[in-house]
């Protein structure tokens, strides 16, 4: 269960994460520990190797960047993005792989602020579109993205919206 925290009277602040930083990292890896612990996540904690190692490794990958929020020292949200291409469009695309709000900042626009700072970003870096998957039963997650532009994606309605499939690997 993703940790709830109590409303914060200050500011929010939504920023890129920087993975160098021991602060972001530190909540990098709380906020989206607590998030694969809720039932939305899998329910399953990250494993010990993912806590130790996971913001290193993003940081050595430059197609991927971070937006955090904090409300005072607090860190309160997270999104996570991996850049890949289209090659439809010939150029980036940004597919939004995580995003987290603790449950007492839920209702103050968190997600939708850190969201328009990814959009922001990957605007930056000349990306075509945002991607992102979401489980039907997160319904105020969908509606959310609904509400900021995310639609189903398909080429033609005839074939139907596109599914995300996935394979694990050893």
């Known amino acids: 269960m993703i940790p709830s925290f109590p409303s914060f009277s200050s500011d929010l602040r939504i920023c890129r994460a920087d993975y160098r930083d021991p602060v972001h990292a530190d ?3 709380s906020l989206l520990n607590a998030y694969a612990q809720d039932p939305a996540g899998g329910g399953h904690p990250l ?6 190692h996971l ?38 695309l940004v597919n939004i792989h995580d995003v987290v709000v603790v ?3 839920r209702g103050r626009r968190v ?8 959009e922001q970003i990957a605007g930056e870096r000349g990306a075509c579109k945002l991607t992102l998957e979401v489980l039907q039963g997160n319904a105020s997650a969908v509606r959310l993205y609904e509400r ?3 639609a189903g994606y398909q080429l033609d309605p005839a074939m139907g919206n596109a599914q995300f499939l996935q394979k694990w690997l050893n």
């Open 27 to 29: 909540a990098l890896v």
């Open 47 to 52: 494993s010990d190797f993912a806590k130790a």
């Open 55 to 92: 913001a290193q490794a993003l940081a050595s990958r430059p197609q991927a960047f971070s937006v955090l929020a904090f409300a005072g020292e607090q860190p309160v949200g997270l999104v996570n993005c991996i850049e890949g291409f289209s090659t439809f469009a010939c150029r980036p």
């Open 103 to 105: 449950a007492g900042q």
């Open 111 to 118: 997600g939708e602020k850190m969201l328009a700072l990814a």
């Open 148 to 150: 900021i532009g995310f």
